[in-house]
Nanobody, 116 residues
Framework: QVQLVESGGGLVQPGGSLRLSCAAS????????MGWYRQAPGKQRELVAG???????NYGDSVKGRFTISRDNAKNTVYLQMNSLKPEDTAVYYC??????????WGQGTQVTVSS
């Protein structure tokens, strides 16, 4: 079992920045990749960014060049640095972990609201 706890969401003005954190605990040795997804009201959950155990990253088209995913293996934490935020980035952001057995784990979600 893997437990994920997100933090760092909140209200920010357009053009501002936020950093989300996702702390993993439990069977962390089994984690192969981690990522961030988001879901806005009335929309499907979508990939924001992902990072493998080897450090390879991928991003959703709408956030490329603005968001950066990183991981601190010593702290078992993944970060999402979000810059140049837009109102359309408003959503609940979820942390995800996939194990080597392809089991999926999710955090509880953190709200990000971009509004003036």
């Amino acid at each position: 079992q893997v437990q994920l706890v997100e933090s760092g969401g909140g209200l920010v003005q357009p053009g501002g920045s936020l950093r989300l954190s996702c702390a993993a605990s439990g069977s962390i040795f089994s984690i192969n990749a981690m990522g961030w997804y988001r879901q806005a009201p009335g929309k499907q959950r979508e990939l924001v960014a992902g990072i493998t155990s080897g450090g390879s990253t991928n991003y959703g088209d709408s956030v490329k060049g603005r968001f950066t995913i990183s991981r601190d293996n010593a702290k078992n934490t993944v970060y999402l640095q979000m810059n140049s935020l837009k109102p359309e980035d408003t959503a609940v952001y979820y942390c995800n972990a996939v194990t080597v057995r392809t089991d999926d784990y999710w955090g509880q979600g953190t709200q990000v609201t971009v509004s003036s």
